[in-house]
């Protein structure tokens, strides 16, 4: 059971994952930090979380466990596990920001955003989503993606930077990263 409701305890078991995800949250933030200013949209809030996030945080930088499993290495023609297996564990760096230009209902009609709005909208998004892209790019040619407290990982991988579609207002950019874990 999670702790709720007491003073949890700062041990726990199997923190790999939490510490990679942790790192590169704090990484990409960092890097994010001095571009995203709170003059015209207010903080940026950064969390570990699973699954596909909370996606009532409009302003959010998360990075979220997707899953791990087995490399085809790993796991021998009769479905064995050999002695050492390597997990390949995906995560998800999400970044999320609001005030993207919508459609107004107004006086019995729709109206579309201002065209120069949504352009100068798009600038900003495009150089935060760049931005978290390179320090990922970045993180990955000086073998930094996964924190020094992890040992072992054989292999790191950066997928490519995905738009999110507008929803609500809501605009942002999702990167994958990859990361071969001897859980063995």
């Known amino acids: 059971m999670l702790p ?43 969390y570990v979380t699973l699954g596909q996030g909370d996606d009532a945080i409009p302003n959010a930088l998360t990075v979220e466990l997707d899953g791990s499993q087995p490399t085809p290495g790993s796991v021998t023609n009769s479905g064995m596990a050999m002695p050492i297996v390597i997990a390949r564990t995906q995560f998800t760096v999400r970044l999320r920001e609001s005030g993207w230009p919508m459609a107004v209902a107004a006086n019995n009609g729709i109206h579309p955003p201002d065209p120069v709005e949504q352009h100068n909208a798009a600038r900003h998004a495009y150089s935060h989503g760049e931005l978290m892209y390179r320090q990922l790019l ?28 507008p929803l609500a207002g809501v605009i942002g950019f999702s990167a994958t990263v990859s990361v071969d874990l001897p859980w063995g």
């Open 4 to 46: 709720t409701g007491c003073t949890p305890s700062t041990e726990t078991c199997c923190t790999d994952a939490f510490a990679i995800a942790d790192h590169l949250l704090t990484s990409v933030f960092d890097a994010l930090n001095g571009c995203i200013t709170e003059a015209c949209g207010g903080a940026l809030v950064a």
């Open 138 to 165: 970045s993180m990955r040619a000086n073998r930094s993606l996964v924190p020094t407290t992890v040992h072992g990982c054989l292999n790191a991988v950066v997928g490519p930077l995905v738009p999110m579609r």
